[in-house]
T-cell receptor, first 116, second 117 residues
Framework: AQKVTQAQTEISVVEKEDVTLDCVYE???????LFWYKQPPSGELVFLIR??????QNEISGRYSWNFQKSTSSFNFTITASQVVDSAVYFC?????????????FGSGTRLLVRP | GAVVSQHPSRVICKSGTSVKIECRSL??????MFWYRQFPKKSLMLMAT?????????EQGVEKDKFLINHASLTLSTLTVTSAHPEDSSFYIC?????????????FGQGTRLTVV
């Protein structure tokens, strides 16, 4: 069965610090997709990134970067020079190809608090 | 990105009444829509997968008669919480995938905060 684990429940950092959010997944499928979403206090989910299982290239988008390691089943998310506006709950999610609906299974989320 | 509109954003209802939540894909067709429930400070729990023109597929432990899902068109799915009770109070959020385009990201609605009093 598929599973996503975000072991860090809450992280608190001071502005401008770098922070890494961990995500470990379990799947029996060889083709799958990994996602990161941001949920600010307003509640809506904001898409950050999608990565398929065949693409292990790390990705950088501004202050955000993602490290995908199939060998350790991890898809970690790093925010560089964090800002107060980064404060939110971040969810990692997994979608398997064998599930024709491609439903997303979410981790428990990591609450990030960036203090001024 | 594609836009998913969810309405209402907040609703308060009395115990025993029913409340309907709408999820619309505004600028794309969505064959599949998903309904999630989120308790305070918790993760999103998938309730059901809604396919246009067919019955929804419910996750284990979700009462079909309690949470009625209808997906009558490629742009609209509705979730009706029937005979609501205070324990149904939660944040409900829908998402939709673009029709016939696999493995795009799921676009999420703004969510509906339901309070049953």
């Amino acid at each position: 069965a598929q599973k996503v684990t975000q072991a860090q429940t809450e992280i608190s950092v001071v502005e401008k610090e770098d922070v890494t959010l961990d995500c470990v997944y379990e799947t029996r499928d060889t083709t799958y997709y990994l996602f990161w979403y941001k949920q600010p206090p307003s509640g809506e989910l904001v898409f950050l990134i999608r990565r398929n299982s065949f693409d292990e290239q790390n990705e950088i988008s501004g202050r955000y970067s993602w490290n995908f390691q199939k060998s350790t089943s991890s898809f970690n998310f790093t925010i560089t020079a964090s800002q107060v506006v980064d404060s939110a709950v971040y969810f990692c999610a997994l979608s398997e190809r064998t599930d024709s609906s491609y439903k997303l299974i979410f981790g428990s989320g990591t609450r990030l608090l960036v203090r001024p | 990105g594609a836009v998913v509109s969810q309405h209402p954003s907040r609703v308060i209802c009395k115990s025993g009444t029913s409340v309907k939540i709408e999820c619309r894909s505004l600028d794309f067709q969505a064959t599949t829509m998903f309904w999630y429930r989120q308790f305070p400070k918790k993760s999103l729990m998938l309730m059901a997968t809604s396919n246009e023109g067919s019955k929804a597929t419910y996750e284990q432990g979700v009462e079909k008669d309690k949470f009625l899902i209808n997906h009558a068109s490629l742009t609209l799915s509705t979730l009706t919480v029937t005979s609501a009770h205070p324990e149904d109070s939660s944040f409900y959020i829908c998402s939709a995938r673009v029709h016939r385009v696999m493995n795009t990201e799921a676009f999420f609605g703004q969510g509906t905060r339901l309070t049953v009093v």
